[in-house]
């Protein structure tokens, strides 16, 4: 994998998600805040209770706000973790694409490592990241109608990597997209292992998607 011969895109990348589900947009600084304390109570109730035992009024209470304001936003739970998946999303994509600009990788193992580790921190240190993840647990396809959440996830990587990989559209989109199916199952499997991530199977998780991408692209 060689660099671009383009100039790599210093805006971070726009995630391929459908708009936040809510039911009207806060236009108002204290509606937007309040939206804001909506998904972080919900996320922090997902860490306590599970998605199964959250409750619209759980939500609302945790947030200090009133459950019909919750609804004026929402309309119901599922919107609520939804929003929070896709905020969560976006966090991802900023951080990895921020990563990149930093590091101005000039192999892509360096870019495998990068994704993999900001991933890693997320699910360690990001409330309720680690029991909902991009949404799989609620529904394999919360994050847009039409493609699965790890294809939304696969796409949001291509936006930022095509500014560093010269590679044609369609074969990066396909070599990230089973990377990402590949390293998914083994991450899993980490956290099924450890809850802070079984670091053998980690540095595995590498390993293979490392030697994956060294099949299609050389070394």
Same mark, same amino acid.
């Given at each position: 994998m060689s660099e671009s011969r383009e100039t790599p895109r210093n805006d971070v990348a726009e995630t391929q998600a459908e708009p936040t589900p809510l039911r009207r947009k806060p236009v108002q600084q204290r509606s937007a805040r309040r939206v804001e304390q909506m998904l972080d109570a919900s996320a922090v109730l997902i860490d306590e209770l599970g998605y199964d035992a959250l409750t619209t009024t759980l939500i609302a209470k945790r947030a200090g706000v009133a459950v019909g304001s919750l609804y004026q936003f929402f309309p119901d739970k599922r919107a609520v973790v939804q929003a929070l !998946?896709? &905020?969560?999303? =976006? &966090? @991802?994509v900023a951080a990895v694409n =921020? &990563?990149?600009q930093q590091l101005s990788p000039e192999h892509w193992w360096n870019i495998v490592d990068s994704v993999l580790d900001i991933y890693l921190q997320m699910h360690r240190e990001v409330p309720g990241f680690s029991k909902v993840? @991009?949404?799989?647990? *609620?529904d394999v396809r919360l994050l847009a109608d039409d493609r699965d959440n790890n294809s939304? *996830? /696969?796409d949001s990587l291509v936006e930022i990597l095509r500014g560093h990989v010269d590679r044609p559209a369609d074969e990066l989109r396909f070599a990230i997209a089973i990377?990402? =199916? !590949? /390293?998914d199952a083994l991450l899993k499997l980490a956290f099924r292992r450890d809850p802070n991530g079984d670091e053998r199977i980690v540095a595995e998780a590498k390993h293979v998607v490392k030697g994956y991408l060294a099949s299609k692209f050389g070394d």
């Open positions: !998946t896709q &905020r969560n999303l =976006e &966090r @991802f =921020e &990563r990149l993840h @991009f949404g799989d647990v *609620i939304v *996830i /696969a990377a990402n =199916e !590949t /390293a």
